[in-house]
């Protein structure tokens, strides 16, 4: 097949586009894990430290309250939120707002396996739309997830949480945090893994609690069976020594050295705000170029809800959209496989259960020239696979 249009004379320095496990951050090199505590148990003096330093930065770079609480716990943002969710609810209704597939988890959680009582699903359809956050209720916990990462659509601000709640809130952030605000005082457990903005490794969770989780879990013993993994007090009150590094299960000090050389490279950048502003400056190279391109838009229609890290685009082109769903799905994935046969772009297609489409990460460790090089090649992948 010929190319109906020449190549972009210019690739990106660096083609990993992939929303999970992102890239690693810029000029990250193995060499950055030689002082790791290898071979250490992570009860050693040593072990300890170092998950204690990971806690200690963690809480300067996300700008936690003092009086919140942080641990490092087992299966990654998945572990957090299930930790959350058996040990603190029960004694209260439950409003659960999802509106893509993670967010869904937790939904089936809540009703099929904790089989809440008294329990009302919020759930945003189509992909994109975000549901009725009018319908939290005050005397209700409130589960919830930040940003989407299967659906490119975030929560605009925290406004609709009920300042004198008489619930708690469990916010599921894992795309989220180190990348867009959180209102803390809406908060009280907040979770998220070192593989998303950060680009740290996987498999480790975090989880932070604020005074009022810390009441509840103190307050409150659910009636179900709770598996190790889950358990965060002792005999009644907060496993304290969870909080200062004494992790559940055995964590990677590996993994645990590569998570504070990402949390030391965004304290070198700027902190915080640098990092937001970095997945801003990323995400907007694509909107703009979106918002002029007639063939493709925002799987998100609300721009106030348009995700910084994991953009989503649709295809919005009339012939694309005519064919039928698997004809759609055929035409994404061979634009998809262009991007990734000439190395611009690897693992950037859709959720396997989104609309056919692209997902570009554009968290905090991706350069925005990167990025910029993209855009070309996405069009002329376009055109060869309207051409094939």
């Not at 590996?254 to 705000?273: A, N, Q, R």
Request: net charge neutral; proline share 7%; glycine share 8%.
């Amino acid at each position: 097949m010929s190319a109906v249009s020449p190549k972009p004379g210019v690739k990106p320095a660096d083609a990993r586009f992939s929303s999970g496990p992102t890239k690693k951050r810029p000029g990250w090199r193995l060499s950055v894990l030689e002082d790791a505590a290898l071979g250490r148990s992570h009860r050693s003096k040593e072990g300890k430290a170092k998950l204690k330093e990971a806690i200690d930065r963690t809480r300067a770079l996300l700008q936690v309250p003092e009086d919140f609480k942080i641990a490092i716990v087992p299966a990654s943002d998945t572990g957090a939120v299930e930790m959350a969710m058996w040990s603190m609810l029960g004694p209260r209704p439950v409003d659960v707002f999802a509106w893509e597939s993670f967010g869904e988890e937790w939904v089936t959680d809540a009703k099929e396996q904790l089989k809440l009582p008294d329990m009302a699903l919020h759930v945003g359809r189509p992909y994109g739309a975000l549901p009725d956050f009018s319908k939290a209720r005050k005397g209700a916990d409130i589960v919830f997830t930040q940003n989407g990462t299967t659906s490119g659509a975030k929560i605009p601000n925290f406004d609709w949480i009920p300042a004198d709640r008489e619930g708690i809130t469990i916010n599921d952030a894992t795309s989220a945090a180190f990348a867009q605000a959180i209102a803390w005082d809406k908060c009280d457990v907040l979770t998220y893994s070192w593989q998303k903005v950060m680009g740290g490794e996987a498999a480790h969770g975090m989880i932070i609690l604020s005074p009022r989780a810390v009441a509840r879990l103190e307050s409150y013993t659910p009636d179900r069976p709770l598996p190790k993994i889950f358990r965060m007090t002792k005999k009644g009150k907060l496993d304290a020594e969870l909080f200062e590094g004494a992790t559940i299960n055995t964590p990677s000090l590996l993994c645990t050295e590569d998570y504070i050389d990402t949390l030391k490279w965004g304290e070198s950048i700027g902190g915080l705000e640098a990092l937001q502003a970095r997945a801003n400056a990323n995400a907007k190279t694509l909107y703009d170029w979106a918002a002029k391109t007639p063939w493709i838009a925002p799987l998100a229609d609300d721009p106030a809800t348009w995700s910084n890290t994991g953009v989503c685009l649709k295809i919005t082109d009339p012939a694309i959209n005519a064919l039928d769903e698997d004809g759609k799905a055929a035409f994404a994935k061979k634009l998809v496989g262009f991007l990734e046969k000439e190395g611009v772009a690897l693992d950037a297609a859709a959720y396997r259960t989104a609309p056919p489409g692209l997902r570009i990460w554009c968290g905090a460790t991706i350069e925005q020239a990167d990025v910029k090089a993209l855009i070309p090649w996405i069009e002329w992948a376009f055109a060869q696979a309207k051409a094939a």
